[in-house]
């Protein structure tokens, strides 16, 4: 999807392949998995690094469980693990997403396959979407998280909400700050 949107796009397992990213994906997938591999490879560290320096960060259904409090403890929330249950439960619903295109934008179809959800957040965390009163996408400063896989449909408005963080942030920076090779 975000090749389709122009950028480049490079896989990350090791702490050096993080080197010269203007923004991070941390996708879907099975979170005590992904624990495992952050710990097995020292990305804890580095991926935390990366995020306080304000690098741009999306984290989608397991990749939101990541960025919670318990895990990498980026975003001040804690997600429930499979919350909407097992994944014969998987489902997929419309979504009125806050600040994502010109209002009254269309609904976001949302992919929800054994999906987390937004148990408790603090102040500091902005809900844009809600489902059945749970709150499914959050933002805090450059760290966007959703519960469903956006990547499963053809709308593109969640990784371009990325595309549009990482732009922005390249703008504010000056050319000496500017990585010398820039990936997603």
């Given at each position: 999807?975000?090749?389709?949107?122009?950028?480049?796009?490079?896989?990350?397992?090791?702490?050096?392949?993080?080197?010269?990213?203007?923004?991070?994906?941390?996708?879907?997938?099975?979170?005590?998995?992904?624990?495992?591999?952050?710990?097995?490879?020292?990305?804890?560290?580095?991926?935390?690094?990366?995020?306080?320096?304000?690098?741009p960060m999306l984290g989608?259904?397991?990749?939101?469980?990541?960025?919670?409090?318990?895990?990498?403890?980026?975003?001040?929330?804690?997600?429930?693990?499979?919350?909407?249950?097992?994944?014969?439960?998987?489902?997929?619903?419309?979504?009125?997403?806050?600040?994502?295109?010109?209002?009254?934008?269309?609904?976001?179809?949302?992919?929800?396959?054994?999906?987390?959800?937004?148990?408790?957040?603090?102040?500091?965390?902005?809900?844009?979407?809600?489902?059945?009163?749970?709150?499914?996408?959050?933002?805090?400063?450059?760290?966007?998280?959703?519960?469903?896989?956006?990547?499963?449909?053809?709308?593109?408005?969640?990784?371009?909400?990325?595309?549009?963080?990482?732009?922005?942030?390249?703008?504010?920076?000056?050319?000496?700050?500017?990585?010398?090779?820039?990936?997603?």
């Amino acid at each position: 999807m975000l090749r389709g949107l122009g950028a480049r796009v490079r896989e990350v397992r090791t702490p050096v392949d993080l080197e010269g990213l203007e923004g991070l994906v941390l996708p879907g997938g099975e979170s005590t998995t992904m624990t495992l591999g952050i710990e097995r490879e020292g990305l804890a560290q580095p991926l935390r690094e990366l995020a306080l320096g304000g690098t741009p960060m999306l984290g989608t259904c397991a990749g939101l469980i990541m960025l919670d409090r318990e895990h990498l403890g980026l975003m001040d929330m804690r997600a429930q693990r499979n919350a909407f249950g097992r994944q014969i439960r998987s489902f997929e619903a419309d979504i009125e997403f806050r600040g994502i295109g010109i209002p009254p934008a269309p609904p976001l179809r949302g992919v929800f396959i054994r999906a987390p959800w937004i148990a408790e957040h603090g102040p500091g965390v902005e809900i844009l979407a809600e489902l059945d009163g749970h709150a499914v996408a959050a933002r805090q400063g450059d760290l966007l998280v959703v519960a469903f896989h956006a990547e499963l449909t053809d709308d593109v408005r969640v990784h371009q909400l990325l595309l549009d963080a990482v732009a922005a942030r390249s703008v504010a920076r000056s050319p000496r700050d500017m990585p010398r090779s820039g990936h997603l």
